[in-house]
Nanobody, 122 residues
């Protein structure tokens, strides 16, 4: 599975961005999807994940502000980010895995995109 993110950019505090992730290849195998983010010197942080059952879970720092959605017909995953804060500045990655049991942490995801930069200025 190949993943390509888009939609990153620079916004001011309080602004919004919508990230997209396009999947190709063996997309019928995808069972778990996620968005992660990373800043220099830190580990990847879970932003949102969709389990094989379709349940979406958000990281505590983004809950209520970010919304993850997917379009299985077009094999795309979206992350709508509202009320952005400077601490949301990071490279955002899309991740996917074939496991029907779900994925416990970032290291277990089998496919990653190249990342897209999001910068929020104060």
């Amino acid at each position: 599975v190949e993943l390509v993110e888009s939609g990153g950019g620079s916004v001011q505090t309080g602004g919004s961005l919508r990230l997209s992730c396009a999947a190709s290849g063996e997309t019928w195998c995808i069972r778990t999807l996620a968005w992660y983010r990373q800043t220099p010197g830190k580990e990847r942080e879970l932003v949102a994940t969709q389990s094989p059952s379709g349940t979406i879970t958000y990281g505590q720092s983004v809950e209520g502000r970010f919304t993850m959605s997917s379009d299985s017909r077009e094999y795309k995953v979206y992350l709508q980010m509202n009320s952005l804060k400077p601490e949301d500045t990071a490279v955002y990655y899309c991740a996917a895995d074939r496991s029907k049991y779900g994925v416990g942490n970032a290291a277990d995801f089998g496919s990653w995109g190249q990342g897209t930069q999001v910068t929020v200025s104060s």
